[in-house]
């Protein structure tokens, strides 16, 4: 009797109904009981890949970016704005918020919540939006940075390019003010900083002045554009004149550094001054 080749039609027909026949289930199975067909490794298999595409779903929505903040509700400005005692009770509870967090560059995304929402509350109380038009006196003189939600990115920029802070520049950042002029419309950044110099030199002080003119936008939105940076030396070396920063040209600048920005004063009085930036920035500030 001729017998078929095992690579022959036959041969793999008969291969492949033996696999797909159920099969008998083991000594300890009840009568009658056999395996489905297609039943055992490759449904296994499958439900392992679905679990596994389920998980990286879930990681993936767990690390998806935070939402922007949403914009400041006034909603209940007009009843809590005429209590002066309970806007200084919030305007204590929002300092108390910020203090430890040297300036936000110690904050952790809990750090940053709740500011952000003591800072809406005090905004929310303030009598409405700020009018910049009829209160802009209050803006004149030198205020003190005491918290930036931006640097909780650990760096002297923000969410601006910026030096990095911590253990990749010796840099040290100091107080930071913002002095403005309403007259001359001039809005000066000043950042006290400290560099590390290589053993036994001492560390370099020195101040940087970013200069602005600014301008109004609306009703609370205020414009600055860069005009130039000027770094002055403190301590034994206090007797060196200023220095003045090269400005990059224009046409070689990047279009994220376009030497210019615009923020919303939300909340503004006689000695604190509550502002958000067109990045989500929540600054704080009180006078000098």
């Not at 002029?181 to 970013?210: F, H, K, M, Q, Y």
């Not at 220095?243 to 600048?253: A, G, K, Q, S, T």
């Not at 006689?270 to 502002?275: A, F, I, Q």
Request: hydrophobic share 35%.
């Amino acid at each position: 009797m001729a017998m078929a080749a095992p690579w022959s039609s036959s041969s793999c027909c008969t291969a492949t109904a033996s696999t797909s026949a159920p099969r008998p289930l083991g000594p300890g199975s009840p009568k009658g009981a056999a395996w489905p067909a297609g039943a055992g490794g490759s449904s296994c298999t499958g439900q392992r890949r679905n679990r596994r595409r389920r998980r990286r779903l879930s990681v993936c929505a767990t690390a998806a970016a935070p939402p922007p903040p949403p914009p400041v509700d006034y909603a209940d400005a007009s009843a809590a704005g005429a209590d002066a005692d309970y806007v200084a009770s919030l305007k204590v509870k929002l300092l108390s918020a910020v203090s430890g967090l040297n300036r936000g560059l110690a904050a952790g995304q809990e750090d940053l919540d709740r500011a952000d929402a003591a800072a809406r509350e005090l905004e929310a109380a303030g009598g409405g939006p700020v009018d910049l038009g009829r209160d802009l006196d209050r803006l004149q003189g030198r205020w003190r940075l005491v918290y930036s939600s931006a640097f909780s990115s650990r760096t002297l920029g923000g969410s601006r390019p910026g030096p990095p802070t911590g253990r990749l520049l010796p840099i040290t950042l100091g107080q930071v003010f913002q002095r403005v002029d309403v007259v001359s419309r001039d809005l000066d950044n000043i950042v006290e900083l400290e560099l590390g110099a290589p053993w036994p030199l001492p560390p370099l002080e020195a101040t940087a002045t970013l200069a602005h003119k600014f301008e109004i936008v609306g009703t609370s939105g205020i414009k600055i554009s860069f005009e130039k940076t000027t770094v002055k030396t403190r301590g034994s070396l206090s007797q060196l004149p200023p220095l003045e920063v090269p400005r990059i040209p224009d046409n070689l600048r990047p279009p994220s550094d376009a030497g210019s920005g615009e923020f919303e004063v939300t909340y503004l009085d006689g000695d604190t001054r509550v502002t958000r930036g067109d990045r989500g920035e929540l600054r704080v500030f009180v006078i000098a």
